[in-house]
């Protein structure tokens, strides 16, 4: 299947510092990519869709100056939190979206990164 | 509104079968997926479902009725790395994922 990358895999960093997450997608070209937050012990929560060339569109709730989300290759979208502070200590996944004809696979799906975690002191 | 129903949790012994069920009601239909996360790690996809039917893959199957809106994934020969978090997902008309809560699945020796 379709393989997609996250960097870094954990930080740890202070309040009020910004932290820059990479997704990427190692041999396929995705042109929509999805960012979502998961909280322990609870579902996933999309946070935004990002697509290639143009600005992410956001969910409710969640803000995009805070969270600024940069999809300026196929292969590649950035997240970074801005100010981050404890309450923004989470896992963070993306996944990208596969669409028939791509990487060799015949369905729409998505494939997730292997999360990155958050923690903010 | 859009709304994916899932158990939230279930217990099976190993060698056993289990079969978690998925309820939805979405705006738009473009396929159902499932897929399992291990705690701590990010999911990863088992199965799509876009037509009704029942598609086997090794010893998971998963199955789709859309006219009653309702999958299952299907678990045979259960064995001790099966535990994990199971997670239903619709595709929406504008190609968006709904996610359910998961279905945390214990396994008993």
């Known amino acids: 299947g379709a393989v997609v990358s996250q960097h870094p895999s954990w930080v740890i960093c202070k309040s009020g510092t910004s932290v820059k997450i990479e997704c990427r997608s190692l041999d396929f070209q995705a042109t929509t990519m999805f960012w979502y937050r998961q909280f322990p012990k609870q579902s996933l929560m999309l946070m935004a869709t990002?697509?290639?060339?143009?600005?992410?569109?956001?969910e409710q709730g969640v803000e995009k100056d805070k969270f600024l989300i940069n999809h300026a290759s196929l292969t590649l979208s950035t997240l970074t939190v801005t100010s981050a502070h404890p309450e923004d200590s989470s896992f963070y996944i993306c996944?990208?979206?596969?669409?028939?004809?791509?990487?060799?696979?015949?369905?729409?799906?998505?494939?997730f990164g292997p999360g990155t975690r958050l923690l903010v002191l | 509104g859009q709304n994916i129903d899932q158990p939230t949790e279930m217990t099976a012994t190993e060698g056993a079968i289990v079969q978690i069920n998925c309820t939805y009601q979405t705006s738009g239909f473009n396929g159902l997926f499932w897929y399992q996360q291990h705690a701590g790690e990010a999911p990863t996809f088992l199965s799509y479902n876009v037509l009704d039917g029942l598609e086997e893959k090794g010893r998971f199957s998963s199955f789709l009725s859309r006219s009653k809106g309702y999958s299952y994934l299907l678990l045979k020969e259960l064995q001790m790395k099966d535990s994990a978090s199971y997670l239903c997902a619709v595709m929406d008309s504008n190609y968006q994922l709904i996610w359910g809560a998961g279905t945390k699945l214990i396994i008993k020796p």
């Open positions: 990002s697509n290639e060339g143009s600005k992410a569109t956001y």
């Open positions: 996944s990208a979206r596969v669409t028939p004809g791509l990487a060799g696979g015949p369905q729409e799906t998505q494939y």
